[in-house]
């Protein structure tokens, strides 16, 4: 296991602490309620689902069907559920809350409607957005789990050009230990790209993962009209082995070709060791290189070229 694996394992377990501790959920009832946390779920599958049998909430909530059972059997002995033979399957029963159990589970419902409205009304307006965008983020990833979601490529909005610089150079900071000459150079680029551009021989891409930027490229065109140039790839850290670098440098390739270019060129740096992989694999060839000092470092600039 390594030393970052740990340090994941413990920030996870620190917010757990917090977040079960901050919510109540180690009391032995929940929001006032007559219920414990997991009669409080098994109670909300019952009120959320048309005549669940007791199977089907326990794969829902990822109890053990026994435990299911005797929570089921002290609602119906207190008048909260009442069950019937499913006709279709003779040995399943069909679980309905009674009147009482609605009005049951309605009052633990506003109860802890109003524990959480607490709870927002508490943060401040940057706070709450910022806590329910994490929560929203939690609650994709654990839905989709085991799923593996692919990148996807569009076009340029308003706003993407400032995040292109801004995220490609705190990647390149932290990873690289690069200064913030970086910085004014893609900024200096882009703002090129964005006064002169020319949709006939230029375009661009972002790479998105559940609606996060987690890439970018860009094709510039050149002095020569059959040499375009492949600019500013960037793939977020996190996303790296999702396939977005490789999308994104054949969405380039694809476009100079349909454009006429015969050439497509690129400078990068030899440091930058996952990026030149992918432009190999691509086909590109390296043509140059020669040292400078560069973003604060002694660096080794390469200069890529693939016929088109």
């Known amino acids: 296991m390594t030393v970052q694996h740990?340090?994941?394992?413990?920030?996870?377990?620190?917010?757990?602490r917090v977040y079960t501790s901050r919510l109540g959920l180690l009391a032995a009832r929940l929001d006032k309620s007559p219920f414990t946390l997991s009669e409080a779920r098994i109670l909300y599958e019952l009120a959320n689902r048309t005549d669940p049998t007791g199977a089907e909430i326990a794969r829902a909530l990822r109890l053990d069907?026994?435990?299911?059972?005797?929570?089921?059997?002290?609602?119906?002995?207190?008048?909260?559920?009442?069950?019937?033979?499913?006709?279709?399957?003779?040995?399943?029963?069909?679980?309905?809350?009674?009147?009482?159990?609605?009005?049951?589970?309605?009052?633990?419902?506003?109860?802890?409607?109003t524990a959480i409205g607490g709870l927002l009304d508490g943060l401040s307006a940057f706070q709450r957005a910022r806590l329910l965008s994490a929560a929203e983020t939690i609650t994709r990833l654990f839905e989709e789990e085991g799923a593996a979601r692919q990148p996807v490529l569009r076009g340029l909005r308003p706003g993407d050009l400032g995040l292109v610089i801004a995220r490609q150079t705190i990647v390149y900071v932290e990873q690289?230990?690069?200064?913030?000459?970086?910085?004014?150079?893609?900024?200096?680029?882009?703002?090129?790209?964005?006064?002169?551009?020319?949709?006939?021989?230029?375009?661009?891409?972002?790479?998105?993962?559940?609606?996060?930027?987690?890439?970018?490229?860009?094709?510039?065109?050149?002095?020569?009209?059959?040499?375009?140039?492949?600019?500013?790839?960037?793939?977020?850290?996190?996303a790296q082995g999702a396939g977005v670098g490789k999308m994104l440098v054949a969405a380039c390739i694809a476009r100079a070709r349909a454009v006429g270019y015969k050439r497509l060129d690129l400078w990068t740096n030899s440091v930058l060791a996952a990026a030149?992989?992918?432009?190999?694999?691509?086909?590109?060839?390296?043509?140059?290189?020669?040292?400078?000092?560069?973003?604060?470092?002694?660096?080794?600039?390469?200069?890529?070229?693939?016929?088109?």
Do not use: C
Request: proline share 4%; charged share 30%; aromatic share 10%.
């Open 276 to 308: 030149r992989s992918i432009y190999e694999r691509a086909g590109f060839v390296l043509v140059d290189e020669a040292p400078h000092h560069s973003f604060g470092h002694d660096l080794v600039g390469q200069t890529w070229s693939l016929t088109l």
């Open 65 to 113: 069907p026994a435990q299911i059972s005797r929570t089921l059997k002290r609602f119906a002995d207190r008048g909260l559920v009442e069950a019937r033979e499913d006709p279709a399957h003779g040995r399943y029963q069909r679980l309905t809350l009674t009147d009482e159990g609605r009005a049951r589970f309605a009052a633990a419902e506003g109860n802890t409607r």
């Open 176 to 238: 690289y230990g690069w200064n913030g000459d970086y910085e004014a150079l893609a900024a200096g680029i882009l703002a090129d790209f964005h006064r002169t551009f020319d949709p006939a021989r230029e375009a661009a891409w972002i790479a998105e993962m559940d609606g996060r930027m987690v890439g970018s490229v860009f094709l510039v065109s050149t002095d020569s009209p059959d040499v375009g140039k492949l600019r500013l790839l960037y793939v977020e850290p996190d």
């Open 6 to 16: 740990e340090k994941d394992i413990a920030a996870l377990r620190a917010f757990n």
